[in-house]
């Protein structure tokens, strides 16, 4: 018999050689914790993402946008599938099921990104979630891919190839508005406006908090939310910029000394409050909604369970 | 008579004429369900349920997109316009299909019954005399094979479900059933069977259907509230309920902005 | 125990590309009955994707190894199993003026013989002369 010290010594020896820890494997109890929140979390924020940019299915102005619009929103609600399913592997000795962690949204035990509490106000704002929020979300997704977690990379390889449609999808009715008429342009100049900040909020604090610390020690995470902000900037700065359209901060440069982007701070404290607290524009209508599809079609789940025993 | 091309069927003003409105007719029926079912994206019973009905919403929508590019073909209006800035009352759907949502019993119900019916319809012209009209009907009716298969599952677990489930199963049925008539309705149809646009009958299609249905209601133990009636409000004729003008307003909305612009 | 579970099934989801493919695991659902994790295994795992047959396992049908026992092991020379334990015969095949062959070259020669016109455009020596 191992001692508990040998056993954790083991396993980080495994983290340590770039190994892949599997759901059946024995994990330390903070190991799994940490992923169930953070899987959790991307999880539950794929579900909600869906609803910005579903405002907009209905009203999306030609067949092939509403196609693939609905598209676009039908694979985040499967990316949200993928994801709890791993969650729910995890969570299994805890005694939580899919149930507990869709019920856990509105229940608050669980938060979901800032740019999801945001409202979608124009057709301009929708294509820009499917440019800047998907492509902030690739970024970070992409990092995940070298997770020491096995499961949870395999998934994101799935959702990763996915997103390469939703890159497209995003940049196409951008640089439809980009070239479009002086109202197009417009519209979309405010969507960057009103979206630039919680974009860069949404990769989280410059400082490493004591969990990212802790994500970081297991190789959850590889890298840290200032250096993916950074790798972000790198990408869709100049990408933005080509469009002539202008991004709302004054002070935003690069810094070739330091060799890095220099920001000005989004209202940390403003947003912090909207994830923690469901404090933003749309965050109390959405959990709502979210709710309502829950517990509405309760009966629809109970009765399939009663088919099922009848059919036995 | 067989023809390939639209350039042909429009020099028979007559036969353009029966064609055209009969493809209003598919294409509104398609736009207007596959509108509806994209409505319970994220809304759906479980997860899993929502990412495979929202395949049944896209498909209906590219059926649509499919008939409005033959219209466009045949002279109408691209097929953008016609399904985004025409008004209700040029509408030719049946009218149970603009309906809200209500519950998942009644999109369910609803669903079935106007799968079941679309796929007879869509035999009925899988070897018409529009030959583009054919050849898609035959790729359809295979994407259509998931959605009965889909919708009658739900339909008879539902139901043999009993309890709560059965009681709004029925309650939508009953809900449903005044609005069927319309839905069988073919508007000059006469012309259609007459140049061989379809080669079924609404009257033979409508009793197939009635005999089906009839036999999924008796399996997941339902019951069949009667026959079903006559055309009261006609959609196929323009005649539409305040929730098709409440679609189009929502539907169009971005596009009315600047119907010029590209988007 | 079954009777009073209020959640669904685990189903392990298997899709088969081609006929030329095994099935391969490509993830997990939740679902109330076969029949359903099926239909929805279609559309979650297969909305881009190809295939020629689909399964759904009840996960609890599943027997698997651990990862963590040494049930792969092989920690002696088996390379006798393997092309890479003959390297030997090129050596001794050049002795008498042969080359080594690999059995790609026996499937693409049978699949040559069987379409002329494909013998004409894959000969090695024509694609090193262009």
Known sequence: MLTEEARFQAFMDRINRGEKIEATDWMPEEYRLLLIKLIHMHGVSEIMGAYPEKEWVPKAPTLKRKLAIMAKVQDEVGHGQLLLRVVEDLAAPLNKTREDLIEDIYKNKVKFHNVFHMEARSWADAGLIGWLVDGAAITIQASLLQSSYGPYARVLKRVCAEESFHMKHGESIILALATGTPEQRKMLQEALDYWWESLLFFFGPREITPAVDRMLYYRIRVLTNEELRQKYLDKYVPRIQSLGIKIPDPQLRFDREKNCWVYTDPDWDRFSRMVHFNEGPKSRERVEMRRQAHEDQRWVREALLRARKQAV | ?263 | MAENKKDFDIFEVFVQETHLDSHIHVGSLVAASPDLAMQMARENFLRRDQAVNLWVVSRSQITATSYESPFFSREMDKTYREVSGYTENGRLWRMFKEKDMDIEEIVAHVREQSNPVAQEEEKPERRESR
């Open chain 2, 1 to 263: 008579m067989k023809i390939e091309q639209a350039s042909v069927a429009k020099s028979n003003p007559v036969y353009a004429e029966a064609l055209v409105n009969w493809l209003y007719q598919l294409a509104d029926d398609e736009l207007v369900i596959g509108h509806r079912d994209s409505e319970w994206l994220g809304m759906c019973p479980d997860i899993e349920g929502d990412v495979a009905f929202s395949s049944i919403a896209q498909d209906e929508v590219g059926h649509a997109n499919f008939y409005f590019t033959l219209l466009h073909e045949l002279g109408e209006k691209d097929p953008d316009a016609l399904a985004f800035s025409r008004p209700a009352n040029s509408r030719r759907n049946a009218l149970l299909l603009e309906h809200e949502n209500h519950d998942w019993a009644y999109s369910v119900v609803r669903h079935m019954f106007y799968d079941l019916w679309d796929e007879l319809r869509l035999k009925a012209f899988s070897d018409s005399s529009y030959f583009p009209l054919s050849r898609g009907a035959a790729r359809m009716l295979r994407e259509e094979y998931y959605h009965s298969l889909h919708m009658t599952t739900w339909f008879v677990q539902l139901g043999s479900a009993g309890g709560e489930a059965k009681e709004k199963m029925n309650a939508a049925i009953r809900k449903i059933w005044p609005d069927l008539g319309d839905l069988f309705y073919i508007d000059q149809e006469k012309m259609l069977l007459q140049f061989g646009i379809i080669q079924e009958s609404s009257a033979s299609m409508k009793e197939k259907w009635e005999e089906q249905i009839k036999g999924l209601v008796q399996k997941a133990g339902l019951t069949w509230p009667g026959p079903v009636p006559g055309v009261q409000m006609n959609g196929r004729l323009g005649e539409h309920s305040d929730d098709l003008k409440r679609l189009i307003e929502t539907m169009g909305e971005v596009y009315t902005l600047d119907p010029a612009a590209k988007w």
